[in-house]
């Protein structure tokens, strides 16, 4: 599976860097500072509320724990993060568009946690176009 998109990144669990002590997500395992993410298709609860095909992103079920490859599409930095949560809610940016000279990304599909987002990106730049594999 390989997938074109567009990479956030959030707060979870324990403080780490920009983040204050936040809930450990919907897999109960979430910490800022470790190399995990958010997928929108955990469970049907997390796809009632990220609806990705609304964006026209049909989504494989990925459960808690299962690793997925993601490589900044800018720089060519790619980082392997565990599922720890359900998000981004896909549906809430359809056709939100971040680009780095002519390479874009269109919808948010995955949020990385702040550990993960800077191992591959500035955390100061908050989206980038991506590629995501399993």
């Known amino acids: 599976m390989a997938l074109y998109g567009e990479m956030s990144w959030f707060c979870c669990g324990s403080s ?3 983040c204050g002590t936040a809930g450990h997500g919907a897999c109960g395992t979430c910490n800022s500072g470790s ?5 929108p298709n955990t469970s049907d609860a997390c ?3 990220t609806h990705p095909e609304a964006c026209g992103e049909p989504l494989a079920r990925r459960g808690c724990g299962f690793t997925h ?5 800018c720089n060519g ?3 392997a993060t565990r599922i720890a949560d359900c998000g981004p809610q896909t549906d809430l940016f359809c056709g939100e568009r971040t680009c780095c000279g002519s390479v874009c990304g269109s919808n948010r599909i995955i949020d990385l946690t702040p550990a993960a987002f ?3 990106a500035s955390l100061s730049g908050g989206l980038r176009p991506v590629l995501i594999e399993a």
């Open 16 to 18: 780490w860097g920009p």
């Open 69 to 73: 490859y993601t490589t900044n599409r």
């Open 118 to 120: 800077s191992a591959i």
């Open 35 to 39: 190399m995990q993410h958010a997928w």
């Open 47 to 49: 796809l009632a509320i």
């Open 77 to 79: 930095k790619r980082v």
